[in-house]
């Protein structure tokens, strides 16, 4: 257990289908990421919060939609998925400025059908 | 702008062989370096770090040097072993402030 939960760690879903991932830290960190991992694809950056503020969004499709309610806890909702949305989706946290690089959650793997 | 580049996979040896995998950085300023590991099925873990130029990272028998004057920070392992079969990401970070840039990670499969 690394200090970052991920819930579930595998997902399939419908095209039509709403789901959320969870994510939760508990190491007190103030910075949430959500990172998408493909098969034969870089590690990509979606979403970044500090303090509970979204400060990046990388071009992300509408289709997901994050929400950080406290600094514990980050979700990604999602809904209308296509196929090649399907991927590992990883969460990490980190304290701004520590230096002390990111801790990763065990990630959600989905599969949209 | 600040990226990382690493050696493609993927890599496969022997049990007990030594094992390199390249990673060159470009950066301004003076990044913080970093390896992480994923075993199958699982997230990243974080392997090493490196702080500042000609520390010396190390964890697990790998070990990788932050080299200023080449903007690298290969990882090393001495003998490897079949449990050490993952995928390594380099990653730097800029400002000490959580912006981690990663390679694009490296396949290692180590058969007995």
């Known amino acids: 257990e690394t200090g970052v939960t991920q819930t579930p760690r595998h997902l399939v879903m419908g095209m039509t289908n709403k789901k959320s991932l969870k994510c939760e830290q508990h190491l007190g960190h103030n910075a949430m990421y959500w990172y998408k991992q493909s098969a034969k694809k870089p590690l990509e950056l979606m979403f970044v919060?500090?303090?509970?503020?979204?400060?990046e969004n990388n071009s992300v499709p509408s289709r997901f939609s994050p929400e950080c309610p406290n600094s514990s806890h980050l979700f990604l909702h999602l809904h209308t998925l296509q196929p090649e949305d399907s991927a590992l989706y990883l969460c990490?946290?980190?304290?701004?400025?520590?230096?002390?690089?990111?801790?990763f959650g065990s990630g959600t793997r989905l599969t949209v059908v | 702008g600040d990226s990382v580049t690493q050696m493609e996979g993927p890599v496969t040896l022997s049990e007990e062989a030594f094992l390199t995998i390249n990673c060159t950085y470009t950066a301004t300023g003076y990044p913080s370096l970093f390896w992480y590991v994923q075993y199958p099925g699982e997230g990243l873990q974080l392997l090493l770090k490196a702080t500042k130029a000609d520390d010396k990272g190390s964890n697990k028998g790998f070990e990788a040097t932050y080299r200023k004057e080449t903007t690298s920070f290969h990882l090393e392992k001495g003998s490897v072993q079949v449990s050490d079969s993952a995928v390594y990401f380099c990653a730097l970070d800029q400002t000490g402030a959580n912006n981690l840039f990663f390679g694009t990670g490296t396949r290692l499969t180590v058969i007995p």
């Open positions: 990490a946290s980190s304290q701004e400025d520590n230096g002390l690089g990111y801790t």
């Open positions: 919060y500090n303090f509970k503020e979204q400060t």
